[in-house]
């Protein structure tokens, strides 16, 4: 049983930065795959980013490629997820996803653990 924990998020302006943090306990951290996920008010859950489980291999949503980076340190048990360049319509709140297969993909209902979300507000 993996336990996932988010922070970092916040109100900022459009063109600045946030770094969010997906701490994990309870399992075996770099057994799993991690993606974030964000949601949008009114909106479906979409897929941001993944990583593998080494962090080998990183795969990112068209609409942000290019602004986000994620990354993991599995000695400290954390994803991050750095974002640059913010926009109005990276506002929602942002979600860690684990899961033990070796690549869960894009779709939200193949991760088994997730965090409980955290809140990201940019401002135009």
């Known amino acids: 049983q993996v336990q996932l924990e988010e922070s970092g998020g916040g109100l900022v302006q459009a063109g600045g930065s946030l770094r969010l943090s997906c701490a994990a306990s309870g399992g075996t951290f770099s057994s799993h795959c991690v993606a974030w996920f964000r949601q949008a008010p009114g909106k479906e859950r979409e897929f941001v980013a993944v990583i593998s489980r080494r962090g080998g291999a990183t795969y990112y949503a068209d609409s942000v490629k290019g602004r986000f980076t994620i990354s993991r340190d599995n000695d400290m048990n954390t994803v991050y997820l750095q974002m640059n360049n913010l926009k109005s319509e990276d506002t929602g709140v942002y979600y860690c996803?684990?899961?033990?297969?070796?690549?869960?993909?894009?779709?939200?209902?193949?991760?088994?653990?997730w965090g409980q979300g955290t809140q990201v507000t940019v401002s135009s």
């Open positions: 996803a684990a899961d033990y297969r070796l690549f869960p993909g894009r779709e939200s209902y193949n991760y088994e653990y």
